[in-house]
């Protein structure tokens, strides 16, 4: 079956760099992604991977994909305050065909001076 | 462009009532869906329409209908509230039905049956 597992905490401090973790089961994943939940808010979509790629960068933010271990992880560099929310790793399987996400249960980053 | 926009953002309901919750888009998506996050869990798909008059179910269908009249909007009813139909919804649309489309999420509607 289809699943998206993460670590549900991570604390750093302010200017350090976090690194999320993610795994996932289906192979077929054509996109990966990494959403963003400020709290109260909705989600929004921070970054994604195509599955032939290895990494992204973009900014602060870097996106490592290894296909053979199913794991896909964001590094945010120089963290700050800001960064402070709920980060969610979501899968979009093949057998879906159209875009069905299937989400993680969501990491609670906690920035700190 | 407003985006997503959803009605109510909170609601409290008794066991038994039905509702229904608003989701309207203005960007001409043609697919829209329903989340529901539950604590500790991601969010689960309920229902998803790829276009006007098209809708199909999710991972957690039981209990919610849905229809799609318009391209805009996309309704999600409760038929009979149930308490383990507590969460918080949430309403996405993008453009594209398949391929890298990015989901454009409403701020969503905390939901409350006693």
């Known amino acids: 079956g289809e699943d998206v597992e993460q670590s549900l905490f991570l604390s750093v401090r302010e200017g350090d760099s976090s690194v999320i973790n993610c795994t996932y089961t289906d192979s077929s994943s054509t996109y990966l992604y990494w959403y963003k939940q400020e709290p109260g808010a909705g989600l929004q979509l921070l970054t994604y991977?195509?599955?032939?790629?290895d990494m992204k960068q973009d900014q602060r933010l870097t996106v490592l994909l290894n296909k053979k271990d199913k794991h896909l992880s964001l590094r945010i560099a120089d963290t700050q305050t800001g960064d402070s929310a709920i980060y969610f790793c979501?899968?979009?399987?093949?057998?879906?065909?159209?875009?069905?996400?299937?989400f993680g249960a969501g990491t609670r980053l906690a920035v700190h001076p | 462009n407003a985006g997503v926009t959803q009605t109510p953002k909170f609601q409290v309901l008794k066991t038994g009532q039905s509702m229904t919750l608003q989701c309207a888009q203005d960007?001409?998506?043609?697919?829209m869906s329903w989340y529901r996050q539950d604590p500790g869990m991601g969010l689960r798909l309920i229902h998803y329409s790829v276009g006007a008059g098209i809708t199909d179910q999710g991972e957690v269908p039981n209990g919610y209908n849905v229809s799609r009249s318009t391209t805009e909007d996309f309704p999600l009813r409760l038929l009979s509230a149930a308490p383990s139909q507590t969460s918080v919804y949430f309403c996405?649309?993008?453009?594209?039905?398949?391929?890298?489309?990015?989901?454009?999420f409403g701020p969503g509607t905390r939901l409350t049956v006693t």
């Open positions: 960007m001409n998506h043609e697919y």
């Open positions: 996405a649309s993008s453009q594209e039905s398949t391929g890298m489309g990015e989901q454009y």
């Open positions: 991977i195509f599955s032939n790629m």
């Open positions: 979501a899968e979009t399987p093949f057998s879906g065909g159209y875009n069905k996400l299937i």
